[in-house]
């Protein structure tokens, strides 16, 4: 980190998380931080559902969660953002203290519970930018009070697919009741049925993406990779946080509910990316999230089976400069390496990660 990456950290550690997260998005509002000139390198484009990505880095769902810096992100570097996750109606989430800072673990927990302005608010900042350059996918969930979970979904495809470059369905938050169980092969195979639908009869038809949860075994990862391929669902994300704790040195904080991110989810998001892969096949999209704190470890996803990757908690502990450093990194390693496209990795370390034991 640079000495005032440094410095914006320690101002902002000295918030509590929430806090510091709210100011982060005012300084981005406000034009701040101003981010070095983003990496332009035609080995890192890639193509993916159809889309020219500029390179493969995304921030993740979860940090612009009311679409409202979506271009100030672009502009640190990011290939495209995931703004959400966005529910039909506003919802305040759950009570306070739910962000947890796991620093000597570089990790966060959180127990959010899809906090946001809901459907209308979203829709009016995407609506105020449509036209624009850039890439930004549209996170969709459901109410936690909603009698119809699947229907959100639907009013979500329905609401944003105007203005998405792709959406992304997410049932694998831990932090909204019975969410997850939204995984199971047979509601799941009703819900994937309804987004399609929806999507079909939308104003437009964006990609879209199935996003899960890290804490799954080899016999539910199975029956989703069968719903995807039947519903023909575009791609997935791996992964949502997780409700485990490996191996943390934070004990005092380790007990907290909620989902854990950053550092310690990287084996375990990035063993369920490469046995995703290998039930898919080579032409379904991922996106592979968790973890993701350096060029490395990006490009370690690609080699796992990523066609693309997405971080957020990486930068809370490394700084806004991140993007541009990994994209950088990238640059270096195909310099190194000879690479006429970062795609030639893909799959290369595919066979090591699926062996490993979940």
């Not at 000139?37 to 993916?48: A, I, N, Q, W, Y």
């Not at 890439?135 to 936690?144: D, L, P, R, T």
Request: hydrophobic letters at 40%.
């Amino acid at each position: 980190m640079s000495v005032l990456d440094r410095l914006g950290q320690r101002f902002l550690f000295a918030f509590d998380p929430e806090a510091a997260h709210g100011l982060s998005i005012a300084a981005l509002k406000c034009g701040l931080p101003v981010a070095r000139r983003p990496v332009r390198d035609e080995r890192l484009k890639v193509s993916v559902c159809g889309i020219d990505f500029p390179n493969p880095l995304g921030m993740a769902a979860g940090y612009d969660k009311n679409a409202e810096v979506p271009d100030a992100l672009l502009g640190l570097g990011f290939g495209f953002t995931e703004v959400g996750t966005i529910t039909p109606l506003p919802q305040a989430g759950n009570p306070k203290p739910r962000i947890f800072r796991l620093t000597s673990d570089e990790a966060v927990i959180n127990r959010l519970g899809f906090n946001n302005e809901g459907h209308e608010a979203a829709e009016q900042r995407l609506a105020a930018r449509k036209g624009r350059a850039g890439i930004v996918g549209v996170n969709i969930g459901a109410n936690k009070d909603s009698t119809d979970r699947c229907s959100d979904y639907e009013r979500g495809v329905v609401r944003f697919a105007p203005y998405a470059s792709y959406l992304t369905v997410n049932i694998s938050s831990p932090n909204t009741p019975d969410l997850r169980n939204m995984q199971a092969r047979e509601q799941l195979g009703e819900l994937l049925s309804r987004v399609t639908a929806a999507r079909t009869a939308a104003a437009a038809q964006p990609p879209v993406f199935l996003k899960i949860a890290p804490d799954l075994v080899e016999a539910e990862l199975e029956d989703i990779a069968a719903e995807v391929t039947e519903k023909a669902i575009d791609g997935v994300i791996v992964s949502n946080t997780t409700i485990a704790r490996p191996g943390l040195r934070s004990a005092d904080l380790a007990g907290e509910t909620g989902g854990l991110s950053g550092k310690p989810l990287f084996e375990r998001s990035t063993i369920v990316l490469a046995k995703i892969r290998k039930l898919l096949g080579p032409d379904r999209a991922i996106i592979g999230v968790g973890g993701v704190d350096s060029a490395e470890t990006a490009l370690e996803k690609i080699r796992a089976g990523a066609d693309l990757v997405q971080l957020y908690t990486g930068m809370i502990y490394a700084g806004p400069a991140l993007p541009g450093r990994i994209l950088a990194g990238m640059a270096r390693f195909a310099d190194m390496q000879r690479l006429k496209s970062l795609r030639e990795l893909r799959d290369s370390s595919l066979d090591q990660w699926s062996s490993k034991p979940l």
